[in-house]
């Protein structure tokens, strides 16, 4: 990731996804918050809404798919992502109209950054 600085929210109810992702952005410009749950990561975008939001599928509370399309609705200049381990075609078609990306478990660092790029060029490019 490169340019100015950033924020992204980190939604996934495994403690070691989040903090591998922390740990991976560190020394970049980018502020991560995190989420272990839909009903958390409502309140922290309520309270600091981010540039990105990293959600994955399967929650404890509610379903990531249901926690995008809030989030499109409540939030409509944060990029989405959504991850999940159960491959792609387990998600909806209309996932489209909520996140920008899909990103598969496991990912690597490199595989996270290009995601993140995208999501940034998706800001810029809707003048966000």
Request: aromatic share 8%; glycine share 8%; charged share 20%.
């Amino acid at each position: 990731m490169s340019g100015a600085p950033t924020t992204l929210l980190i939604v996934d109810d495994e403690p070691n996804i989040r903090s591998i992702v922390i740990k991976w952005l560190r020394s970049r410009q980018v502020t991560v918050t995190e989420a272990g749950t839909a009903g958390e990561a409502l309140d922290q975008m309520a309270e600091h809404p981010a540039a990105i939001a990293v959600c994955d599928v399967g929650l404890p509370d509610r379903n990531g798919l249901w926690l995008a399309g809030q989030m499109r609705r409540q939030f409509p200049h944060t990029a989405l992502v959504i991850t999940t381990g159960f491959g792609i075609t387990a998600l909806p078609v209309n996932l489209e109209a909520d996140a920008i990306g899909y990103l598969p478990k496991p990912f690597t660092e490199q595989q996270l950054l290009r995601t993140l790029d995208w999501a940034l060029e998706w800001r810029n490019e809707n003048g966000f």
